[in-house]
């Protein structure tokens, strides 16, 4: 099993995340971290140096700090990953959030610097992963005007929008979320298991509200073979080979 997004670099893995790391080892195949705030990124990429060929990065920014990262502060941080562009899997999160961005104005911003990341994941050549939450027929919108291709939507949970995510062959990554939500059990239900992938969104999403961590990927599958009346063995072969396949993730299994 692979977790596809995640966030081990946030603070709260400061006093474990030796131990957190060890458990994800012995249980999965490989983890990605999202580093979705400049401010992160150089322990991101000192945990994936650490942890090379299990632990991977897509960098990006999170559309909540529209208001408090600059155009000088983007544009420079586009030219830092340009720099790691060996080191990084993906592009994201980026997107759309008019959940923590209520004006106009700021939402505009938010549009303005999605279109900016799709055309930069285009020119790295790098698969997109995008965050969208109270903007989803905003961000479709903007995906298929801009020819996106090689999309990971993050979490979504717009059931009556899954025909367009099929439509357009983009994936969807699932979490615990469905365990819970039954808008995101019909999206579990009526995305094809070709077109899923796994999740945590760790440290959050956590079960009984206490800190998650990716192993809880395992639960997330176990939900998904219960929802679509597959074997579990089915969901964790299939989303780990096409989280491979998306990411391109080099396992060094040679070695």
């Known amino acids: 099993m692979i977790d596809v997004h995640c966030h081990l670099e946030q603070k709260d893995y400061d006093q474990d995340r030796d131990s957190i790391l060890k458990n994800c080892k012995k249980e999965l195949t490989a983890v990605i971290i999202s580093c979705a705030n400049p401010k992160n990124f150089d322990v991101t990429m000192k945990l994936v140096e650490e942890n090379k060929n299990f632990l991977f990065a897509t960098v990006g920014i999170h559309p909540e700090y529209v208001k408090e990262i600059t155009e000088k502060e983007q544009d420079a941080f586009l030219d830092i990953i340009t720099e790691n562009r060996e080191k990084i899997v993906g592009i994201g999160e980026v997107g759309l959030d008019y959940n923590w961005v209520k004006e106009e104005q700021w939402q505009k911003k938010q549009r303005e610097l999605f279109i900016k990341f799709i055309q930069f994941s285009k020119e790295l050549k790098l698969p997109l992963i ?14 298929e005007h801009e020819d996106a291709r090689r999309v990971l939507m993050h979490m979504f949970g717009a059931h009556h929008l899954v025909q367009k995510i099929i439509e357009n062959k983009w994936y969807i990554s699932l979490n615990t979320m469905i365990l819970t939500s039954k808008k ?27 800190r998650n961590d990716p192993t809880s990927v395992k639960v997330v599958a176990e939900k998904i073979a219960e929802i679509k009346h597959v074997s579990f063995e089915e969901v964790d ?18 070695t």
């Open 130 to 143: 995008v965050h969208t939450r109270e903007a989803y027929e905003d961000a479709l919108t903007i995906l």
């Open 237 to 254: 072969k299939l989303t780990t080979k096409h989280s491979l396949e998306f990411f391109q993730l080099n396992l060094n299994r040679a």
């Open 184 to 210: 995101y059990k019909k999206v579990a239900r009526d995305i094809p298991l070709e077109l899923v992938l796994l999740e945590t969104d760790s440290p959050w999403l956590g079960l009984d509200k206490k």
